[in-house]
């Protein structure tokens, strides 16, 4: 990519960033172009559909994600690992408003620009899960598909403002669900 292409599509991110933190995954590619002061054509130039621009943004989110699975297994026990990761997850899907739909979306769709990521992102939590059924701390009912769902889910949760309030609650309830020994998360055990 040519300097100056690189420099344009950068500006773009930088601009569509706080417009999709603001308005969610719906933001307007007009309104983006609109920001970053460039004909929508522009914008389309470098992502031609919402998932391209989505995939861009959340490109580097995912792969911290990802690289945090890994950082948590390393220094963790098994059950903190997996319940820090899937706190950590439904912490940063709070702020792109909606983009578990979109990500519940691509997991399934091979020809989505967001699947590959979801992909690994969902293999990092599944591994988590396996190391702490391995290690008898996690339910051994559930897979990463299920734990995928589950972060959905919680993310959807702190979507709605009629809930908003009881997320942190929700999530410790369900975090608390995937441990085979409620008293691991109680620090009982």
């Known amino acids: 990519m040519r300097a100056d292409a690189k420099r344009n ?15 969610g995954i719906d ?12 004909g929508l054509a522009t914008l389309l130039r ?5 998932e391209a621009l989505m995939e861009a943004l959340l490109h580097e989110s995912f792969e911290e994600l990802t690289a945090r699975a890994d950082g ?13 990761w ?25 020809d989505s620009a967001l699947h590959a990521s979801c992909v690994t992102l969902r293999a990092a939590g599944a591994g988590l899960l396996v190391r702490a059924q391995e290690a008898g701390d996690a339910r051994r009912d559930i897979d990463g598909e299920d734990l995928f769902a589950l972060i959905a889910m919680l993310a959807w949760a702190g979507d ?6 009881r997320a942190g609650h929700l999530l410790d309830v369900v975090t608390r669900s995937l441990l085979a020994d409620r008293d691991i998360l109680r620090g009982t055990a």
């Open 9 to 23: 599509r950068d500006h773009l991110l930088a601009v569509a960033r706080p417009a999709v933190a603001e308005q």
């Open 27 to 38: 933001v307007s590619m007009r309104d983006v172009a609109r920001r970053a002061d460039v």
């Open 46 to 50: 470098h992502f031609p559909t919402r």
């Open 72 to 84: 948590l297994a390393a220094s963790r026990a098994p059950a903190d690992a997996l319940v820090a």
């Open 86 to 110: 899937v706190g950590e997850c439904v912490a940063w899907t709070t702020e792109y408003r909606g983009v578990t739909v979109l990500m519940a979306a691509a997991i399934d769709d091979p």
């Open 160 to 165: 709605q403002p009629a809930l908003a309030s």
